[in-house]
Antibody, heavy 122, light 111 residues
Framework: EVQLLESGGGLVQPGGSLRLSCAAS????????MNWVRQAPGKGLEWVSG????????FYSDSVEGRFTISRDKSKNTLYLLMISLTAEDTAVYYC???????????????WGQGTTVTVSS | QSALTQPASVSGSPGQSITISCSGT?????????VSWYQQNPGKAPKLMIY???KRPSGVSSRFSGSKSGNTASLTISGLQAEDEADYYC???????????FGGGTKLTVL
């Protein structure tokens, strides 16, 4: 079964840092681009960051560029999102999501994790 | 403000058809055949319903179809069922700089 399992969310103070993890199983992790998508309470989906299957290419939304770093560990089949300088506006459920195609990005996300909640508050 | 524009809500009765629009620009929806649609139920992760504008993943009902005209993509649900009530989001590739953008979401109510 193809599965994504996020972890690492929690309560953090403004200006703090957090690292999210997403453990992948059931597919060839190294072949698929991966993404982080977030959803603030009561709001819509917002694409945050993406990374190629090789890990060489990374992409960020303007709202997180320079503060968030996406990475992947092929040996552990795990995707990461390091978040620094967090603000209240970063409060959201963070989902990791797998790109549909292998080797060539489709920009469609066919498998999603259950999400991990990040709350930025003093 | 979301990059792609969707109606906040649509509604229909069981058995009817509804269409949700997703308006973008030449830099996203109109520039690529890379629009996807997601269904999200409360408290759940999104589910891919349409990719590359018109294609359905395995397991998605044929009642769901996608189309595009110019800078506007559309999701049509035919033969509405109570289980279709959910939030729907469009998404598009938007070039190497912006990369991926979502619409603001549309709440579908089955009357």
């Amino acid at each position: 079964e193809v599965q994504l399992l996020e972890s690492g969310g929690g309560l953090v103070q403004p200006g703090g840092s957090l690292r999210l993890s997403c453990a992948a199983s059931g597919f060839t992790f190294r072949s698929h681009a991966m993404n982080w998508v977030r959803q603030a309470p009561g709001k819509g989906l917002e694409w945050v960051s993406g990374i190629s299957g090789s890990g060489v290419s990374t992409f960020y939304s303007d709202s997180v560029e320079g503060r968030f770093t996406i990475s992947r560990d092929k040996s552990k089949n795990t995707l990461y999102l390091l978040m620094i300088s967090l603000t209240a506006e970063d409060t959201a459920v963070y989902y990791c999501a797998k790109d549909l195609w292998d080797n060539i990005p489709s920009y469609a996300m066919d498998v999603w994790g259950q999400g991990t909640t990040v709350t930025v508050s003093s | 403000q979301s990059a792609l524009t969707q109606p906040a809500s649509v509604s229909g009765s069981p058995g009817q058809s509804i269409t949700i629009s997703c308006s973008g620009t030449n830099n996203d929806v109109g520039g690529y055949n890379l629009v996807s649609w997601y269904q999200q139920n409360p408290g759940k992760a999104p589910k891919l319903m349409i990719y590359e504008g018109t294609k359905r993943p395995s397991g998605v009902s044929s009642r769901f179809s996608g189309s595009k005209s110019g800078n506007t993509a559309s999701l049509t649900i035919s033969g509405l069922q109570a289980e279709d009530e959910a939030d729907y989001y469009c998404c598009s590739f938007a070039g190497s700089d912006t990369h991926v953008v979502f619409g603001g979401g549309t709440k579908l109510t089955v009357l």
